[in-house]
DNA sequence: ACCCTCCTACCGAACGTTCGGTCGCTCTAA
DNA sequence: TTAGAGCGACCGAACGTTCGGTAGGAGGGT
């Protein structure tokens, strides 16, 4: 094999073996020679790919927060009418957290293990602020045309979203429920929960998903704490 | 200060201390010797009052569900109708959680941390399905009755399980909405989410809530991670 | 076709540090 | 006088990381 596609391909698989293990048993608990040993390597070894544990945390965190916001900025293109832009947010969120549950179980939970004040910890948090900034702006859009009636925008707006990104943690694709059905019922009830009055048009285009490059193949050896399994 | 009591006091601060630090690091990242220094001992002083560092957790999270379910069926003693009983988990479920978030975080996250298969682990397991219960059982009473309209009931329990949970992440007595506007809003969400044609007239009475015995004192000096600030 | 050199992916072994946990002593309150 | 809370010192193991070395493909000259 070319040497370069060797190099890239060892960089994949150190980067989707350690979004499993970091998703499974959190970053603190998974050493350098645990995610050696996932990818047939030595742990002097990993350090040709890459720089330091942090760094790969971090690495994994950026670009799968920078994903999201990219999906998201192409499914709300050109979408004006707040309600359709909720369900939009709505969908996405839930169907990335489905698709992708390791990836964004790493991204939504590590936080805590970078570095205080780090750049990097910094730059990813400017980052998750400018996502939510998207829902942020669709609560207020929908209030100031008199479309959606919110007691409390912030309140509603972490209420929806802790309901999407807690489908990482018990959605399985050969479950009882489709994504469609997931993600229709999802929207049914942020719509409800702002009591909007318009119509919502807008179909997601789930082709238009964020891509997680290391999300890890489903594992059918049950890649989930048994907690989540019911 | 009578030894009893001296013993009892260690214990209160170490258990405090652990949910303190559990809450916001990991159970992983979180040293015997940083919980020493927390409670001014040193990491052998800490062995006299905890078997060991898995035990410790065990413990504080065994307690922390079996709180729960003690306050969910005081909450719930008497009342029939699956209304009702729906309001009333969602209420004691996000209360819960806003007064005692460190204790919760530790309840809902650290499973993963005890050893797979142990007895602890498959009690606490044996525990989580037990207030689970509950649910299922308001929500297919209330589909029986006629009274509840939902396409996938477990999809809808688990929608509204984390929309109460994701409490404990930004929550903050001091903030932008009180406890009673929070329940009263998320209580109206979930009887959105399940086509409520009956009212409720049931009352939480927040005396009934858990009481979490190791949870910390409100640090005013942030007790949480940056994220969870806004 | 061949050799020679370079480069890079990776390994074996070790670094200093920290981990969870133990042991025996001291000190103190009852 | 005695029990036990807490401490100082320590254990073996594991941690993240580094370093010198090696195998083998890549590339150029002949």
Not at 64 to 82: F, H
Not at 100 to 114: A, K, Q
Not at 126 to 134: I, N, P, T, V
């Amino acid at each position: 094999m070319d040497l370069k596609d060797r190099d890239a391909d060892a960089s994949r698989r150190i980067r989707t073996a350690a979004v499993l293990l970091f998703a499974q048993r959190g970053y603190a608990a998974t050493s350098i020679r645990d995610l050696a040993r996932e990818v047939g390597m030595t742990n002097a070894g990993i350090y040709h790919h890459v720089s330091s544990k942090e760094a790969l945390l971090a690495d994994l965190m950026r670009v799968a927060q920078q994903g999201l916001i990219d999906a998201t900025e192409r499914m709300l293109r050109g979408v004006r009418s707040p309600a359709d832009r909720l369900a939009l947010l709505i969908s996405s969120l839930t169907a990335s957290h489905a698709l992708g549950p390791m990836t964004t179980r790493v991204m939504d939970g590590e936080l805590r293990s970078l570095t205080p004040g780090s750049a990097v910890r910094d730059q990813i948090i400017a980052l998750r602020d400018a996502y939510e900034d998207h829902w942020r702006l669709a609560l207020a859009d929908g209030v100031a045309e008199g479309v959606f009636r919110i007691a409390d925008q912030r309140l509603t707006r972490l209420a929806l979203m802790s309901m999407c990104t807690g489908t990482s943690e018990w959605y399985r694709p050969d479950g009882d429920s489709t994504l469609e059905q997931v993600c229709a019922e999802f929207v049914a009830i942020g719509l409800a929960a702002v009591r909007a009055s318009a119509q919502v048009v807008a179909t997601p285009d789930l082709s238009l998903l964020p891509d997680f490059p290391w999300e890890p193949p489903d594992v059918r050896n049950d890649p989930r704490p048994a907690e989540a399994r019911r």
